[in-house]
């Protein structure tokens, strides 16, 4: 076999179908126009015509492969790293596509098939990924299949690959729960700028929730251990931004300041929240967080932050108080700080309550907003003007939680009541399939905090005032049902029962995914062993565990394999001439496959002239038996071959 | 010198594993070699660049990816050997050929088994490898191996191998059939030979063959259809599964005599390839011809199984000194 046999023209084109649909996951995230020339490169050598396929010169792949490098190497300005790697791989695959003829080329074809397969999880391990990897895998093992045997029909070799791949699991699935993971990366990851979703930390101005409010992707779920808060208390805490620049708020300058110390005043609330990666360095806590994990740290703006962004799914457990005080002063030049000679009718309005008491100032400034007539909407006219909170605040009067919480800062700002913006999201939606609550995008939020001397710093939410269902019952209710505006998320703007249901149930799949197969890490790992009693992975209950699981999969195909079906003819006639047949072995008498009963016999009487007569008498009995369907023939050949030397 | 001595052993404990016997062979466990071929070990490779790239990027589906594959691994290593197990293989008889042409060797491939197999090869030492693309279940399927056999004597069928690579060609799993099968194989016949000298009666003794009484097997031959039953020489045929039938020599009539004498100028070989197509030409004539060797004598006679003995005697022919 040093030769390799070339392939046919429907090999090859069945190859390119292949490698369309395994590269399909990686085009999906690449540049559209890299995806789409190299995308348009495979779709070419599948619509070839078939002569024109085996005819094309070696040099054009090469030529190929350098090109498209060099285009990989423009978008991404490097060959290496992950995504730009992921490209060079795809491009090279192609490129070897063009210049595949013999067996041997596919045996390489195939190899790198089932790797981009594999590395297709880099760009993400949603569900939906994990289904179209399945179907690439069954799509190569069928190729593959049909590769080395001609004769299978597509029908067979699917059913074939289908078959291998499901018996393919019990192993797949003992080596996953106890194969030792790494707790740390042997090398470094390249640092990757993946697209930021979610909240800012960077910024906050009016109009920039807006875009969440219209995306219903899940930010975080959060289980609580006990009783759940009520939705109104459902204030999760996200980036603060304590500097106004007249326009938009911006993060407080590094302090290296400890957070002021925390007194709870009420009972502690335990959960745990799974956070979907936002790259971003922030975590969520519930307003607000007493204990946390070891990673992260509250800062002095009780923010909690963690050293590396959050690039994958991360679970933790924290525990927070409902009710609290803080010690310490506000950096009141911090918290007071508002641009100079701007927004002057608020200024003069926050002015008229200065002889009052802090905590007075801000019960007169909530107070103002709720008898002004202030409507919540998520369309609000454009602010333009140089005083945009005066604007608001005078002239407007429409707008959410952004501008509410925005302006009422201010307006604390010009009381000399020291505030700042904390933005997170707001209440959740619960799903009773997973008892978990659903934190999605579109709850999105932002309030105001304000420090009062007796109690340090407290939370004020001026959206509240002015739209309580907002916070009552949740952005779903309170909106969906006045707004059946397309603008709106489907999962808030329908009110069909059973598709929410659906969806509920969808997601606690989604949810039991995620903690079960993305976040089995070395941690969780190591929890579901000391379950079962293993404490180290080099112990020998670990090493029973795993040989006895091997031993048992391995045996039982050895089992299902090797030992089913054997020959066994079907009826009882049969089974006493294989009888007989066998004791005719001891004459060094065999039957041949192409040999009826009657030619056997008559070869058998030459050999053996002394037998001839029973030999005769079984025979003739067999084929009655057989045959005829004679009962009593064969109750006598039972008694021939038994008394048959 | 190393490869014969490692290979010596080896080949020893190969044929004790696959005793020669007749009669069909099945295939056990014991006898079932399996080893990942060359696409196999990379295969390895890369599922192991998989796992180390999934387990360093915490992939779990990666990683989950990766022990899929090596589940395939596993499976497709059973189908492998479960795709040899079981089958009964025989050769059959081959009959005898002239120096330098193929043998036709005859095997029969029987499945035992409720399941297809498929992409069978069976080849051997110098032999061009024999294909049977599907053999479904029970079934039964002959493939022939040309074997060349390019000198006369005796030739014992070599051993034989059967391998397959199904079903993703990441396994080679074969196995061995020693078969007590031979053959004989004839000489060359000359290329345009020189006339056979005419008119030359027997140079030794009377018509009958006078080796007769010195060699039994001479006066035996295979049994065929159409032989008178009194023929049958029942005591030799009862050691072996043939029948063998006592062969009666006729008289000599108008005929030719090949004598070695003739040849014996030539050297060994060219002598028994001219000696070998004055036979086949007279035979063709349907002409009476006896030949005399050194060692044996037929008398004059034609047919097909006069014809068979003689080439056979060239076959077997050794020079006494």
Redesign the interface.
Known sequence: MSMSRQLSPQEQQQLGVLMLLVCLPHLMMQTPWLSGLLGLLLLTYCGLRPQWRTQIPRHFSLLLATLSLLLVNQVHQTLIGREAGVAVLIALCISKLYETRSVRDA??ML?LA??A???S??HG?APW??AL?GLA?VAT?CI??R?????LTLGISIK?AIK??L???????L??IL?P??PA???S?PNETAARTGLSGDKMSPGSLNQLIQDDRIAFRAQFNGMAPRQTQLYWRGPVFDQFDGQSWLPATAHSSNPPPIIARGPQVNYSITLEPHQQNWLLALDLPTQFPQSAMLNSQLQLIQRSPIS?RLRYTASSTLHWQTLGNADTAAALQLPPSLNPKTVSLAQSWQQQAPAQRVQSGLQWLKTQHFSYTLTPPLLEKKDRIDEFLFESKQGYCEHYASAFAVLMRAANVPARIVTGYQGGQFNPNGNYYMIRQADAHAWVEVWLPEQGWQRVDPTFVVSPTRIENGFENSFASRLQNDALPSLLSRNATFIKAMRLQLDAWVNHWNQW?????SQRQLNLLQRLGINDFLSWRFLLYLCGGLLLI?GG??VY??H????QPTDMASQLFARYCKKL?RY???Q???ETASQFAVRCQ??Q?ELAASMIEITNLYLAARYAQDSSALAQLKIAIKRFA | MIKSTINKPWQRWINRRHPAR???QAIR?QQLYILPTR?GF??SI??L??L?????????????????????G???M??S??NL??LRLEALPISAVFAGEHAAVLI?I?N????SR??LQVSCRHSPIAWL??LL?WE?QDVTLRLPCPQRGAVSLPRLRLES?????LFCCWSYLNSPQSLWVYPAPEQNPPPPPIGRGPSIGPTLSSSNGQDEFNGLRLFQRGDAKHA?A?KH??HG?Q?LVKQFQSPAGQSIYFHWADVQGLALEHALSRLCAWILAAHAREQAYGLELPNAHFAPASGAIHQQRCLMALAQFTPTR
């Open positions: 045996h390489a190899l089932f790797f397969t594999g590395i999880f880099l391990q990924q994990a990897a895998l093992v593959a299949l590769l080395e045997n001609k004769v074939t291998i791949c018996q393919a699991i019990p192993l797949a699935i080596l996953f194969f993971r790494l990366p042997l090398w990851l994958q197969v993305i976040a089995y890490d391995l195909f050895l394999f090797l089913r079906n054997p020959a072995h060094q008498l065999y041949a496959p192409h030459i050999a002239p | 007749s009669g069909p466990h696409y990379a295969y890369m599922v660049t998989l180390v790239g999934a387990l360093n990027y915490q992939l779990n589906l990666g990683l989950l990816f990766a022990f899929l594959l090596i589940g395939i596993q499976t497709v059973f189908k050997y479960a197990l079981g029969h029987e035992t088994k409720n399941i498929s992409q693309a599907n279940p039964t690579t199904q079903p993703m060609a049958i029942w045929s009862a599964e029948l």
